[in-house]
């Protein structure tokens, strides 16, 4: 009799945690991976397509499937790698190329024919213009990713280095701003 | 009994904060009067000396200028409008250097004074300001362009506002000046004392304030003797409401949190302003300047500058108008050859060394110190490991462990850096000073400061790059589903037609033409949609 009491007692609660578990299943149902929106979120969204994967996205999926290394993303560099690397768990490893310093892409628009060309390629619509009128890049959503540089039939597409404006600069660490000891002199 | 309890259970003030320290003080230039600033060859005035947003320019290349005319225009609510420090023309609008540690320039307007000084006469001053609307007296100081003379430089007007849920109940005047070397403050409280209590009033007014109270450290009894001899002397002032508070010499009490602190007791909580707690902090300068604003009408177009350092043959504390250049300033102060000289722009603790020397006195600079170079680096040495000793813990007047955020900052951990409250730190330089390994800890924090900014900035551009691209990526997709769409829908037309066709063929010759026109056209009509 104890015994049967133990049992059923016992499988009710079972019974009641697996109800409890498959509502909640249902309930608080996620789409998808969650992990790819974790990575995602840390990579640049250059959408520059340097990892080989079409863009990051892609490229997140394609981690959590662990078909591709966490060391691919250059813009995002190793800070990018590390968060990456911990939220697998898996070891870090050096991303082999340097990240660039930040570019813009520049249409030399006297040479621009308009064909369009550039705007199709752009990941992030940052380029502005109609057939045969020229184009223009909108500097502040340009990712400098050079995916517009290739399709120019005209090569009228340069990369340029990024301004550096006043409101953007920050103290570099000590011990790297031997910069200022030139300066001075020179300023004099 | 009970009472004489009371008497002890009742909050004292402290008079002090804690952590700080006591550095020499060198305050050379504390005897020597304000001198007035020749008119320089040409004005140089930057379009942002403040803390917010950049201004617009109002007057264009070839235009003629009046002593006091605004010349560019604040743009949003934290900011402060420009106004041309003599009369003459404008020569041109262009990128200069200005004093900031970078060496990179803003965009300046430069003027070429003609040397009359004919002064605009637009604003009427208002010499009965106690009968004057509060609001009236804060849009004077908003136009006059007057900022927190301190070195903060934050627009005035908008600390100076009357919130029903914050009313504030006490202004404080910041006369402590505890940077070693600047005597500015000490100086115009000697020479200007009328005229600070009078801007002192002016803001007691403005906020419907109570309470006033001038703090000054030990090191300036003569100030103190100065200014507590004019409220007696003044008149139309209600003074009996009016204090002055000596406090002891102590570095770095004339930082706003650190002397409320010292004043009340209170603590600010991090984040907040004093306006939170009911209080109204401005420097002795800034109330110069609003004295000037509301009874001269005259807008903010000089300051004063103490001008030292031990490569200066005379050093002294000068008046000059915003845009000198800062070359013009050491030459009529003996100093013409400036190799081998670093300079300083402020105190030697909280300033910046200026790595191009072409810039203009902007409305932040205080002080400017030319040192020799074999002093600037003697102190320096090279940086040794943290031997844990505790001297930054001790000094450090936010309460900060520094040593322990120092080693975060320095292994790019800055999420850790700020569970070691990063932002808390006021920069004071103290942690630094009192170092025996000479570990630069202030630079470590404004590095990893920038940092964090740059991250955020990144981050924010990622979530935009994000959006966007999301939105092209639905686009072409959409935009082909439609395309195959219509492609079915062509497909099936086609098939309908022709099998319509082959239908009537036997019946009429010229209808099934028609109708295959107006298939024909049909399909038209969709592609091009």
């Known amino acids: ?188 | 009994m009970l009472r004489k309890l009371l008497e002890h259970l009742k909050p004292t003030t402290p008079g002090t904060f804690p952590g700080g320290m006591y550095p020499p003080e060198h305050k050379i230039t504390a005897t020597s009067p304000i001198s007035q600033c020749p008119l320089p060859p040409v004005l140089i005035l930057p379009l942002k000396q403040h803390i917010g947003e950049t201004c617009t320019p109002l007057v264009d290349v070839g235009d003629s200028v009046l002593l006091g005319q605004k010349i560019a225009k604040s743009q949003g609510y934290v900011s402060a409008s420009i106004h041309a420090s003599s009369s003459g023309k404008v020569v041109k609008i262009e990128e200069h250097p200005i004093p900031h540690p970078s060496g990179m320039g803003r965009p300046c307007i430069f003027i070429e004074p003609d040397g009359k000084d004919t002064p605009d006469e637009s604003l009427e001053p208002m010499p009965d300001y106690r009968n004057t609307e509060p609001s009236t007296i804060r849009e004077r100081i908003r136009i006059c362009g007057i900022v927190g003379l301190g070195g903060a430089v934050f627009p005035s007007f908008i600390k100076m506002v009357r919130d029903q849920r914050n009313p504030i109940d006490t202004v404080i005047l910041n006369g402590i000046e505890c940077e070693p070397y600047l005597t500015n403050d000490h100086r115009l409280m000697l020479e200007k004392s009328e005229e600070i209590l009078r801007g002192m009033d002016i803001i007691m007014h403005a906020v419907n304030a109570k309470h006033g109270i001038i703090a000054i450290e030990d090191n300036k009894l003569d100030a103190v003797e100065g200014i507590r001899k004019a409220l007696t002397e003044m008149h139309g002032i209600d003074t009996c409401n009016i204090e002055v508070r000596v406090l002891p010499t102590r570095y770095p009490q004339g930082s706003e949190k650190q002397l409320i602190y010292a004043l009340t007791g209170r603590e600010i909580p991090a984040g907040r302003l004093p306006l939170h707690i009911g209080l109204l902090c401005q420097n002795v300068g800034t109330a110069n300047a609003v004295h000037n604003a509301v009874c001269l009408g005259r807008s903010l177009t000089e300051r004063i500058i103490t001008v030292s350092g031990d490569a200066v043959p005379q050093p002294g504390n000068v008046c000059a108008r915003i845009g000198t250049p800062v070359p013009f300033l050491f030459a009529r102060h003996g100093l013409h050859d400036m190799d081998d000289v670093h300079v300083i722009h402020g105190g030697p603790m909280m300033g910046e060394r200026l790595s191009k020397l072409d810039v203009p006195v902007v409305k932040s600079t205080n002080g400017l110190l030319a040192m020799k170079r074999d002093t600037f680096y003697s102190e320096q040495a090279v940086e040794e490991p943290c031997i844990r000793c505790g001297h930054c813990v001790e000094v450090c007047p936010s309460g900060l462990v520094p040593n322990e955020l120092a080693w975060h900052c320095r292994n790019d951990q800055f999420d850790r850096g700020q569970e070691y409250d990063l932002f808390d730190c006021i920069e004071c330089g103290c942690c630094s000073y009192v170092c025996p390994s000479h570990i630069p800890l202030v630079h470590y924090f404004r590095y990893a400061k920038g940092q964090v900014a740059k991250i955020e900035k990144e981050q924010e551009f990622a979530r935009i790059s994000k959006i966007r691209s999301g939105a092209r990526d639905n686009r072409l997709a959409r935009e082909q589903a439609e395309r195959a769409a219509r492609r079915s829908r062509a497909k099936q037309q086609h098939k309908a037609a022709s099998a319509d066709k082959a239908e009537t063929a036997g019946k009429s010759e010229t209808k099934p033409a028609a109708k295959e026109t107006q298939n024909t056209n049909e399909n038209n009509e969709e592609e091009s949609t």
Not at chain 1, 79 to 91: F, H, P, Q, S, T
Request: charged share 20%; glycine share 10%; with cysteine.
């Open chain 1, 1 to 188: 009799m104890g015994i049967l009491a133990a049992i059923l007692s016992l499988g009710g609660v079972a019974l009641a945690a697996g109800i409890v578990l498959a509502i909640a299943s249902r309930v608080f149902h996620v789409e998808g991976d969650p992990m790819v929106g974790k990575i995602d979120a840390i990579l640049p969204q250059t959408q520059c397509g340097q990892c080989g994967y079409p863009g990051c996205k892609p490229y997140a999926e394609a981690v959590t499937r662990g078909e591709a290394d966490v060391n691919h993303c250059v813009p995002g560099g190793e800070r990018a790698m590390l968060a990456i690397a911990d939220l697998m768990g898996v070891e870090p490893k050096q991303v082999e190329e340097e990240p660039a310093p930040p570019m813009l892409a520049f249409i030399r628009e006297d040479e621009c024919i308009g064909c369009t060309l550039c705007i199709k390629a752009c990941p992030v619509d940052a380029i502005i213009g109609a057939p045969k009128q020229y184009h223009t890049v909108i500097e502040d959503h340009c990712t400098g990713c050079t995916l517009c540089v290739e399709p120019c039939p005209v090569n009228c597409i340069d990369m340029v280095l990024k301004p550096e404006v006043l409101e953007e600069w920050t103290w570099s660490a000590p011990g790297t701003h031997k910069k200022i000891e030139t300066g001075n002199k020179h300023a004099a």
